[in-house]
């Protein structure tokens, strides 16, 4: 079979062998274990010129609680492998009756594939002059589901994770646009084959890089809005940080122009990680219209691959995103740091908060920094608040962070908001080492992860204590008792001592706390300040795969049924601080379809425009749609329920 000339010749070789990928992913696993555990024998040594190696490098670093992005972490495990002849007809797909098929209004399903593409990884804000316009961004595998050919290839096999944009011009009601690639496609970033997928950065869209993402999106006071994703590749070292500048022309439709690409590399020992974006919007401000993007530079022993640091770097443009100035790093003594997000106050005042610690630290802390001069100088980094990361939401299996989230009000007020892990009956919101799972003989089983925020009235200088954003509770349970599996017949299915018994499994008492994750913040035009994040509010059983195939294909169907086990479902709930709390979504959120369950996004967003009202932005679960092409397999039309990006809105 011919390559294409633009396709990457490493890239090709992962697609077709999955021996090799598995092999990679285990050894990485391996080498983690390996390097926490003390020894005599030689230092481990790690492939950095891979995504997996840099992963593996990083989780081998002992005591360290900074990991790459959820995004970064699923793409380095993403197998592949070689498209069988013919369409593969499921033998089980894994699902729950308790879960919605179709996103129900008032919400709105924002992602306008239909081909069972999934989405997640949610950032969205609304035009200053027009709070009927809206752009959104997602990380969009809709390429894996294209039933396009290049050169005789499934175009999903050379798809990836892709930058997504989707935009309204009626306050979020409906969203634009679908893709619709040739069947005989040419790689392009003409918009009418790329729909809203972000053109210029990942190959089919017309770039240079594999796979992109992670998604971050801005307006400035002029109408454009600004996109900031990540390039870059699985399985040998180019990466970058990408800018595009988006326009709406008279009859409101968005064009994209070029990607400006930012410490754009080829070493094997740097890799960028974990952007954000913010302009400063404000009429009147001294930098009125800067655009200011931050990430995390992860830096790498080119000897051996071990981990070094990972500190704050940030750029600005006076331009429009046409050039940035020379990246800084603004973390000082910070060293090992993530999950970075800057705010711009009324007065032109940059803030960077991020999760970080210092060399020595125990626990790590929420860190801020700021700028006076549109980004020229620095302050030292402050810590609002230790932070003790949390290891994740009880009964799931997705990935998790404590990275934190902000938002400056009209009156200068700067608020951010994180997750911390705390007790179960007397909570520390300021750290707890005794709910720190990386620390031994810790009580992590009675601790549970909480949103907080904290408030500052003096531009950053003195901040507030961390206090919850939400109530204290307990899961509601629903769908208990069920009864489990009886022994398969087949002696390679579930059998009793696997749990498939044919006993009642009945509801989890006590059924635990209510835990949140992914936490959002803005303020409106008149000074409402609403904080938003997922609560794992309830839990139903969820049937496992006992056996069954390999990703991806094992990604859609199961050979063998296991036991039931408890799943905690979620709620995307907003709080006005004023007072008034509510979940947002009208179908409780079920993590475990897509990605294995391991996936479900790294964050979430809500903005507001001037009419007051906020529009929340998370990954939902709650609609099913035929897939046919998956990663370059072929399936007999099959139902199945995916990630999508889901919005509700309102003004409490």
Known sequence: MKIPSWFNQNRFTSIVRVASAVTLISAAAAMA??????STAAAPRYDINTLAGKVASLRGTAGLQIRFSAFLE??????????????????????????????????????????????????????????NRIVGGANDYVTRTWSCFVDG????????????T????????????????????????????????????????????DAGGDPSVAFDSQGNVYYAGLGFNRTSPPNTVAVNKGTFDGGGTLSWSPPTFINQTTSPSTLNDKEWIAVDSHSGSPFQDRIYVSWTRFIFNPHNGSYVQSPIFFVYS?????????????SANAHYSQGSHPVVGPDGTVYVFWNGSTR????????????????DTWSPPLSVATVTNIPGVRNTVFRVNSYPAAAAAPNGDVYATWNTEVDDTTPIYTGDPGCAYFIPGNHVSTCHSVAVYSKSTDSGQTWSDPAPVFGAGSRTADGYPVTQPTPDPNPNGCQAANGCDGSSLPAPSPTGPIEDVFPAATV?????????????????????????????????????LGPYIHNTRLDYVVRDLSGTTNAVNTQHINTRYGFGGGFFGDYTDIAAGSDNFFHAFWTDSNNVQNVVWWYGF??????????????GSGNF
């Not at 129900?104 to 997640?120: F, G, S």
Request: aromatic content about 8%.
């Open 74 to 131: 699923q793409e380095a495990e993403e197998p592949e492998g070689i498209p069988a002849p013919g369409s593969i007809t499921p033998i089980h797909v894994l699902s729950s009756p308790l879960d919605g098929t179709t996103i129900v209004p008032p919400n709105v399903l924002v992602n306008q594939d239909t081909a069972a593409a999934p989405q997640n990884e949610t950032a969205i804000a609304v035009d200053p002059n027009n709070p």
């Open 153 to 164: 290839t499934p175009c999903s096999a050379l798809g990836d994770g892709y930058s997504g």
């Open 33 to 38: 274990f390996v390097a926490v555990r003390p």
């Open 524 to 560: 409106a035009a008149n000074g409402n300040v609403y904080l938003a994040a997922y609560r794992g509010t309830t839990v139903s059983p969820w049937e496992v795969c006992f056996s069954g195939p390999l990703p991806p294909v094992g990604r859609i169907t199961c050979d063998f």
């Open 318 to 330: 006076t331009d429009g995103g046409a050039t940035f100035s020379t990246p800084e790093n603004i």
């Open 634 to 647: 072929e399936f007999v039309p099959t139902a199945i329920h995916q990630q999508d990006v889901v919005t």
């Open 166 to 209: 989707y935009y309204s011009n009626d306050g979020g009601s409906t969203w634009c646009c679908n893709s619709n690639p040739d069947a005989n496609y040419t790689p392009t970033s003409d918009p009418a084959q790329i729909g809203t997928l972000i053109p210029g950065v990942e190959r089919l869209v017309g770039g240079i890089y």
């Open 360 to 375: 020595l630290a125990s626990l790590n802390s929420t860190y801020m920094a700021k700028s006076t001069d549109g980004g």
